[in-house]
């Protein structure tokens, strides 16, 4: 088939580069985010998918909206058999739905219904998932909604972050896309809608949703600090600066600390929850390089009693 390729993060790039090997398909152009400001210089940089094209010799489409008029003539002229989606980052609206003969299929990663939205390796990890996945579906006007036509499942394990799963899920759902187009040529594949049941929803993680509240039990920061890495970031407040958790271990042992409190030793930082305690392995304070968190204790000199997340950023 005659495919246009939908994406703009590097986490699309895999599956790109699995339609362009494949021999059955042609990507006969990609539609991917305008350039965007970036660096110190705010010099404009174009997407992962964006620079993956021009080195494969594929024009690339950067609407601003994906609704501009000099846009869909494009998609026209090329009159795509069907577009592949992954990580594209704009609403499709329904005039560009109806351009190619076999719709948009999206490459989402999660299993759904579960977690449609814009960040479903994040609240897997967050809501303590041990399952998840991809999925391929027809992409339709509503929030992931569309028929389902294949899926692939992942194991989610226990010191995965959001970006460990999903590099992981990138690789293997790069081939379930490449085996849906396959389906959809060959007419041996057929969608399925979608059930009514299990639905739940993943909007994309804001900074504020990344502060970690210690009244929470420990298990649960750490799938915070997991969830939000290595975007937004977790975070918490330390005398009045915001101190980013870039790793933790919650430990067994009851302490006694309460939530927040900090416990310095030689080797290692312990601080309290609403249950057990967590170390902080590394951390990262405001204008620094990430360290270790027991080197980050030595340097602060932290008095008996400090806690983190009390009051707020200065």
């Known amino acids: 088939m005659k495919l246009?390729?939908?994406g703009t993060?590097?986490?699309?790039?895999?599956?790109?580069d699995a339609l362009i090997a494949s021999e059955r398909h042609e990507v006969a152009a990609v539609v991917t985010?305008?350039?965007?400001?970036?660096?110190?210089?705010?010099?404009?940089?174009?997407?992962?998918?964006?620079?993956?094209?021009?080195?494969?010799?594929?024009?690339?489409?950067?609407?601003a909206k994906p609704r501009d008029e000099a846009f869909l003539a494009r998609l026209r002229e090329i009159a795509p058999d069907c577009c592949p989606v992954v990580a594209y980052g704009a609403l499709l609206p329904r005039v560009a739905l109806d351009v190619p003969a076999n719709g948009w299929v999206n490459l989402h990663f999660s299993l759904l219904p579960a977690w449609r939205g814009a960040a479903p390796v994040q609240h897997a990890i967050m809501a303590g998932d041990e399952i998840t996945g991809a999925s391929t579906f027809q992409i339709e006007e509503g929030l992931d909604s569309g028929p389902v036509y294949g899926t692939i499942?992942?194991?989610?394990?226990?010191?995965?972050?959001?970006?460990?799963?999903?590099t992981r899920l990138a690789l293997a759902g790069a081939g379930l896309l490449v085996a849906t187009m396959d389906g959809i040529e060959d007419g041996t594949l057929k969608a399925v809608p979608?059930?009514?049941?299990?639905?739940?929803?993943?909007?994309?993680?804001a900074v504020d949703d990344?502060?970690?509240?210690?009244?929470?039990?420990?298990?649960?920061?750490?799938?915070?600090?997991?969830g939000c890495s290595p975007a937004p970031g977790a975070w918490t407040v330390f005398r009045g600066e915001r101190l980013k958790l870039v790793q933790v271990a919650p430990v067994q042992e009851h302490t006694g600390l309460a939530p927040g409190e900090l416990a310095p030793g030689k080797k290692q930082v312990l601080v309290g929850t609403g249950s057990h305690a967590v170390e902080l392995l590394w951390v990262q304070a405001q204008g620094k390089k990430p360290m270790r968190g027991a080197d980050w204790a030595r340097g602060a000199r932290i008095a008996p009693g400090e806690r983190l997340g009390a009051g707020d950023v200065g």
């Open 4 to 6: 246009v390729f939908a």
């Open 9 to 16: 993060p590097e986490v699309a790039v895999p599956a790109l």
């Open 33 to 63: 985010r305008p350039d965007a400001p970036a660096g110190r210089g705010r010099r404009l940089i174009a997407s992962p998918v964006a620079e993956r094209a021009e080195e494969a010799g594929i024009e690339a489409l950067k609407p």
């Open 153 to 166: 499942t992942e194991a989610v394990r226990s010191t995965d972050t959001s970006g460990d799963l999903l």
């Open 194 to 205: 979608q059930p009514a049941e299990g639905i739940t929803v993943a909007p994309k993680v």
């Open 210 to 226: 990344a502060r970690i509240d210690w009244n929470t039990p420990a298990l649960r920061v750490d799938r915070v600090v997991r």
